[in-house]
């Protein structure tokens, strides 16, 4: 098996805006573009076939708050792998993403609250599903992380193992939008812990980081979001692919 390693920005929807939050604050926003589709065009021609969207109201309010900016976003690059999270409660929410031609959508606060969701969601939707779980010290948030659930990320991860979830995105509260590393120790000993491909998100700030994600690739860890680092600019898209090829000696990356 080639180990390869997929770096996937990041654009979380605030308002119609795309912003990034520290820790998850809602109150604590930078806003970087009002144009979203813009901004995806910005990575698109930076080389990135894959993108990873966050209705940060929706994930809040429990019901999608930014549908129209990812739709928008679908039908200007239908070539685009689009992933979704943030107020996926439901079927019919989920079903209107992926009708409009969203390649994943990704369950949070549901997959905690209703754990058949998932399973009935992949049966309805094979190969379009993922499960977004956003620990603080282990322990997985929800609502937005303004609340703890008190359970432990790594066993939830794996009551997921038979539902045929395509990934677990796994965030570290404590480092998202800090600019201070990602998490390697937990993210590689929960891709360890499970068959599920996982992508880290929530810390990666610089090439340093990113020749640490190379050293994890093999542990199960497929890929990481990113976000503030590429527009502050502590990370060049274009720059941060080459750097992984030469690493892992493979083609450049591209999505799976």
Not at 25 to 31: F, G, I, K, P
Not at 116 to 140: I, S
Not at 182 to 199: D, G, R
């Amino acid at each position: 098996m080639t180990t390869s390693m997929q770096l996937i920005p990041a654009i979380d929807l605030k308002d119609g805006q795309c912003v990034r939050l520290k820790q998850g604050r809602m109150e604590d926003d930078t806003v970087f573009s009002d144009d979203v589709v813009a901004t995806a065009a910005r990575w698109v021609d930076a080389g990135s076939d894959r993108l990873h969207m966050v209705d940060l109201n929706g994930a809040f309010a429990g019901a999608p708050k930014n549908a129209a900016a990812v739709h928008e976003v679908c039908k200007a690059f239908p070539g685009l792998d689009v992933q979704i999270g943030g107020g996926v409660r439901n079927e019919e929410i989920a079903g209107r993403y992926l009708s409009a031609g969203v390649r994943w959508v990704i369950i949070g606060t549901q997959a905690v609250v209703e754990p058949d969701f998932v399973g009935r969601l992949c049966r309805e939707w094979p190969g379009q599903v993922m499960v977004g779980l956003d620990a603080r010290d282990g322990k997985v948030a929800v609502n937005g992380w303004a609340e703890d659930s008190g359970l432990d990320a790594a066993e939830l991860a794996k009551s997921f193992e038979g539902d045929g979830i395509s990934g677990i995105v796994y965030t570290d509260i404590s480092r998202d939008g800090m600019m201070q590393g990602f998490n390697s120790e937990a993210t590689a000993a929960l891709a360890e812990s499970i068959s599920i491909p996982v992508y880290a998100s929530g810390g990666v700030s610089d090439y340093k980081d990113v020749e640490g994600l190379c050293e994890i690739a093999d542990h199960g860890v497929a890929g990481a979001i990113v976000g503030r680092a590429l527009y502050e600019g502590t990370i060049d898209f274009a720059e941060a692919q080459r750097r992984i090829a030469s690493l892992l000696g493979t083609g450049l990356p591209h999505a799976g």
